[in-house]
């Protein structure tokens, strides 16, 4: 049976806990927990914007490593330059406010210190159709040559917000051209993975 | 003398000429059981170009038809009309008009009192409807989650799913 995980979930409350179980979600990473629920690990997830490199060091000083999911949104070229060489940042995120950050050096950086590109699909499909093909550009080109995985989240506030699964995998297959058996790897091994390394085992 | 010397070779010519008459008949039955031959050949290499030809062209022509089972997850009840209208719509927007008319997706079959429906949709883009039916996030303004279930090829085991799989 396929564990499917889910990186990023703005926040949770006893209705979207109740879709995701639903859904066949058994672990997610969550911003803002309202409530606590069962039959899913949940495990806490910290997005780090910043501008500068002082700041993007200064906000990751205070983070616990252990049980905790870091993510950097790189709001300038050096933030994003530092996210992809620090070692306590798990994933970096591309969306429509640092994709102008995610340039060839930034993905061969990345691929230098095994940083995965974190992709908010749910996200991605409500841009304009410039930074829709922008971000899809980057990611196309981070695929295609780094051969390294791509996480892909939903950044949810609402229940209506979350990724169907299934929906997903086809989706990454026909929009990036992700062969069915690896797109399924994105929403199952890959935050697996990222999770195990933050210390949780599933 | 000479008369009998005549004779002789009248009759060796005789013979030589019913000898090559005889082989040249044969010849001529041995060429036509050889063209008989090669022409069920070249009749047998053109109906298997002709069939190869053939099934290609069905293999591109034919469209096999595949039945989507889904359910909506939502506070409101919608009705088949507001759910077809909606999936035509986000299938348009998402993969563009032609790709809508080529895969022509019907909803065939909707149980409001469970709220879940059938798509039929033909078996070239059976996944681009399952990738857009979970990004459909709302219909007429209330917000849903539409879930494929199971992908079937026949009308009859789709309804038999619609009822009994992942019931809670």
Redesign the interface.
């Given at each position: 049976m396929k564990i499917y995980i889910d990186l990023w979930i703005k926040s949770l409350d006893s209705k979207t806990a109740e879709?995701l179980r639903?859904?066949g979600y058994k672990a997610i990473a969550v911003e803002e927990e309202r409530e606590r629920v069962a039959d899913l690990l949940v495990i806490t997830k910290r997005v780090i914007e910043a501008n500068t490199r002082k700041e993007l060091k200064e906000k990751l000083h205070g983070i616990k490593r252990k049980h905790v999911l870091v993510s950097v949104k790189p709001l300038s070229i050096e933030a994003a330059r530092m996210a992809a060489h620090d070692s306590r940042v798990d994933t970096i995120i591309i969306d429509d406010t640092c994709y102008k950050y995610i340039d060839r050096n930034q993905i061969n950086l990345m691929k230098q210190h095994s940083k995965p590109l974190e992709l908010p699909l749910?996200r991605w499909?409500t841009y304009t159709p410039r930074k829709r093909s922008a971000i899809y550009r980057r990611v196309v080109y981070y695929l295609f040559h780094t051969k390294m995985p791509l996480i892909v989240t939903s950044c949810a506030k609402?229940?209506?917000?979350?990724?169907?699964p299934?929906?997903?995998i086809?989706?990454l297959?026909?929009a990036f051209h992700i062969p069915l058996s690896q797109a399924v790897l994105s929403l199952t091994s890959y935050p697996r993975e990222l999770i195990s390394r933050c210390g949780v085992s599933i | 003398m000479w008369c009998q010397y005549l004779s002789i070779d009248l009759q060796i010519l005789y013979t030589l000429i019913i000898l090559s008459l005889a082989l040249s008949v044969l010849a001529i039955i041995l060429d036509i059981s050889r063209t008989q031959v090669l022409s069920s050949k070249v009749s047998k290499l053109e109906n298997l170009v002709k069939s190869l030809f053939s099934r290609k062209e069905r293999s591109i022509k034919k469209i096999r038809k595949r039945y989507i089972v889904f359910s909506i997850i939502s506070k409101h009840r919608y009705k088949r009309i507001e759910v077809e209208e909606a999936i035509r719509r986000a299938f348009s927007e998402m993969f563009g008009e032609i790709s809508a008319a080529k895969a022509d997706p019907q909803l065939i079959y909707f149980d409001p009192s469970i709220q879940r429906g059938v798509i039929r949709v033909s078996h070239i883009y059976k996944d681009h409807v399952i990738a857009l039916l979970g990004f459909i996030r709302e219909i007429n303004g209330r917000s849903c989650l539409l879930i494929p279930i199971k992908t079937t090829g026949t009308i009859r085991k789709a309804r038999k799913i619609l009822y009994t799989l992942g019931k809670k």
């Amino acid at each position: 049976m396929k564990i499917y995980i889910d990186l990023w979930i703005k926040s949770l409350d006893s209705k979207t806990a109740e879709i995701l179980r639903k859904l066949g979600y058994k672990a997610i990473a969550v911003e803002e927990e309202r409530e606590r629920v069962a039959d899913l690990l949940v495990i806490t997830k910290r997005v780090i914007e910043a501008n500068t490199r002082k700041e993007l060091k200064e906000k990751l000083h205070g983070i616990k490593r252990k049980h905790v999911l870091v993510s950097v949104k790189p709001l300038s070229i050096e933030a994003a330059r530092m996210a992809a060489h620090d070692s306590r940042v798990d994933t970096i995120i591309i969306d429509d406010t640092c994709y102008k950050y995610i340039d060839r050096n930034q993905i061969n950086l990345m691929k230098q210190h095994s940083k995965p590109l974190e992709l908010p699909l749910g996200r991605w499909l409500t841009y304009t159709p410039r930074k829709r093909s922008a971000i899809y550009r980057r990611v196309v080109y981070y695929l295609f040559h780094t051969k390294m995985p791509l996480i892909v989240t939903s950044c949810a506030k609402n229940w209506d917000e979350l990724l169907v699964p299934r929906s997903t995998i086809y989706l990454l297959s026909i929009a990036f051209h992700i062969p069915l058996s690896q797109a399924v790897l994105s929403l199952t091994s890959y935050p697996r993975e990222l999770i195990s390394r933050c210390g949780v085992s599933i | 003398m000479w008369c009998q010397y005549l004779s002789i070779d009248l009759q060796i010519l005789y013979t030589l000429i019913i000898l090559s008459l005889a082989l040249s008949v044969l010849a001529i039955i041995l060429d036509i059981s050889r063209t008989q031959v090669l022409s069920s050949k070249v009749s047998k290499l053109e109906n298997l170009v002709k069939s190869l030809f053939s099934r290609k062209e069905r293999s591109i022509k034919k469209i096999r038809k595949r039945y989507i089972v889904f359910s909506i997850i939502s506070k409101h009840r919608y009705k088949r009309i507001e759910v077809e209208e909606a999936i035509r719509r986000a299938f348009s927007e998402m993969f563009g008009e032609i790709s809508a008319a080529k895969a022509d997706p019907q909803l065939i079959y909707f149980d409001p009192s469970i709220q879940r429906g059938v798509i039929r949709v033909s078996h070239i883009y059976k996944d681009h409807v399952i990738a857009l039916l979970g990004f459909i996030r709302e219909i007429n303004g209330r917000s849903c989650l539409l879930i494929p279930i199971k992908t079937t090829g026949t009308i009859r085991k789709a309804r038999k799913i619609l009822y009994t799989l992942g019931k809670k």
